[in-house]
């Protein structure tokens, strides 16, 4: 049971974790670092009464003096959204790799806190896996971003993306599609929906799945926060599909995170011809990512050792190739017009005549010659292989 | 100086070695094993005298009353073929890690000996590069196969193929355009060109470039003579590139040859939902081979160290990208339209005043904002990025 003095704590802890998200950039390292060495609490005090470093103080103390935590936490409420903590049941743990991780671009560390829309919990992604790609994908990225979110959607992993055009406007659809989950990491407040385009999808990601955010409501995207939010993508999941990218794409920042936490990072190749296609390539001729061509084939890389363990792709076999070598030099000895004589076939063959024999036996056994007018030769079905 | 005994002594070899080709398959390893082991013309003495052992004795037996090396090494000179052995001037020492390499779908071995037609030398192919693919190419694979093609060649790489229709017919076309040296490996004899439509195009590449076969004239063309001469581009060359596969494609035979011979393997890869591509992507996935968008990338992968060193590929780097996170920051807090000033952008960024109003007197000297009617603005340089 917990006792009121219990539950104020908690409501304390959210008020000063809600007061950071305000007052820092999201993913500053150094906020991070100060809120895990003193606690929320004791950090809003020091900027509050500036004994925190200058720098910090500099930063914060701007905006300090302007936020209303328990203001921005109501009217997030009559939103549908909420602010979810760390020691809150839902707070997924996948995120604390992020405390180890080293920053990146400056951006790094846990978040404070997230801002959640949607009926769903975050500690429900705890097989999920990450689509990220361009938003001036093709078509040919579109499509791939679909079918690979609906066969893991279907083998029941969560899909997160970055709600953006593109591949992740494919990946979340492609998701919902078979009825499964998706989760939207947005780079700015969840009063909003950026793009404006995508004011339905989101929606109907909030209502099937969540769509989550580090920036408080009445924060607008940038590229800072845009960098930041990939982390969350990346942390969030099993491990990372790259579909389609450039090389100046902002998906190689979340497949650079997927590395740092030491994450199975996966790329979609297209044609080499195709500029959209070129960071993914480079990501795999540099090893950094695994080459998948399908849905099953991530699921392979991410799923339990053994479990999707795929076949070789491998085309229809055909009777041919159950030959043995033997018997197909036989076989290559046999005409197609007029019949030969089995010393002729040997001698062509360059075996034995009683070799010969046997192999054209067998050979007839699986249909592929036949004896007529005195000589052997190649019946339709061998022609037809 | 050659005395008369050591040109008879080359010339009997020459004799032995043409006496085997005729009565053995290409490829067959047991007859590579024996010749290593007893010398050709030894081995040639046994067979006549039935003192081999009884399975090679009955293979090449059947045909070893029938065969004329004399007449047909005449004829070949005639149709201006040579017959090359281990221990001429021209012959290529990269073909003797053949004798190494453990047999494959039961061919191995270096071969016996080569006929080559042809002004050029097989010793000049110490620097070459194998492009190999399907048949039923699509243009995006003949297309690729022909650039790479004629980028190597222009870095002075020969190009090795099997002249195919589809991926070896461009490669080799690609060289050539670019007069460039190619070499066709074909798996008949060299008397007739398989297939028929390419006579011209054979033609061409003996006349500036090589063609060259372990079979006799007179010797069509079967699925084991192809899978035998498979191994012979892999070891004529330094490296192989596959442009497109299918699962089932003669191509994989070549790359599992490359792969025997501890040549690097390369490949091309396409749409994931191109079945001409996805014997490639397999190989890239396993770790066969290393994904290669370009000639370049392939001379990176089998020039000598450092030569070609690419540079990781870049777009063009855009003024933004050079500014620290900070000063981004301040950037993004001045607005497009109306004026800010100066304490207004350290609010919306988050920071102090002083530091806001470095920031912006560096933003300024980028040409990246204006001060104008008491407050700051973005450029249209700015919003250009």
């Known amino acids: 049971m917990t006792s009121s003095s219990g539950l104020d704590d908690v409501q304390a802890e959210r008020l000063a974790r809600v007061t950071l998200s305000l007052v820092f950039e999201p993913g500053d390292p150094r906020a991070a670092k100060l809120c895990a060495e003193l606690g929320a609490r004791e950090l809003v005090d020091r900027l509050r009464s500036d004994r925190a470093a200058a720098d910090i103080t500099t930063d914060a103390g701007t905006r300090l003096p302007f936020v209303e935590p328990e203001r921005d936490l109501e009217r997030a409420a009559v939103m549908g959204l909420r602010f979810v903590i760390p020691g809150d049941p839902e707070w997924p743990t996948c995120l604390d790799g992020l405390a180890a991780a080293p920053p990146l671009a400056e951006r790094g560390g846990p978040p404070l806190g997230l801002w959640v829309r949607g009926a769903r919990r975050l500690d429900e992604l705890s097989d999920a896996i990450a689509i990220v790609g361009s938003r001036a994908a093709t078509t040919y990225g579109t499509d791939t971003a679909a079918r690979i979110a609906g066969t893991v959607a279907t083998d029941g992993w969560a899909v997160i993306s970055g709600g953006a055009y593109g591949v992740d406007q494919a990946a979340h659809r492609g998701s919902m599609g078979v009825g499964g989950m998706t989760v939207a990491v947005m780079a700015h407040g969840l009063d909003r929906t950026y793009p404006a385009g ?188």
């Open 198 to 385: 995508h004011v339905d999808l989101v929606d109907a990601i909030a209502e099937r799945g969540l769509v989550v955010s580090e920036l408080a409501p009445g924060s607008a995207p940038t590229r800072i926060r845009f960098l930041a939010r990939n982390r969350l993508i990346a942390a969030l999941a099993r491990g990372t599909v790259v579909v389609e990218a450039k090389v100046r794409s902002g998906a190689l920042n979340t497949a650079n995170w997927t590395g740092r936490l030491h994450r199975p990072l996966m790329g979609v190749p297209g044609p080499v011809t195709s500029a959209f296609s070129a960071g993914v390539h480079a990501l795999v001729r540099s090893g950094a990512a695994t080459l998948v061509t399908s849905g099953d084939e991530v699921l392979e890389v991410v799923g339990r050792v053994g479990e999707h363990a795929l076949a070789e792709p491998r085309a229809p076999e055909r009777v041919r190739d159950r030959l043995t070598v033997r018997l197909q030099q036989v076989l290559d000895a046999v005409p197609v017009g007029r019949p030969a004589p089995t010393d002729g076939v040997a001698r062509t063959a360059g075996i034995g005549i009683v070799e010969a024999q046997r192999g054209l036996d067998k050979l007839e056994q699986h249909g592929l010659v036949s004896f007529a007018e005195g000589g052997w030769r190649l019946t339709d079905a061998a022609l037809a292989h």
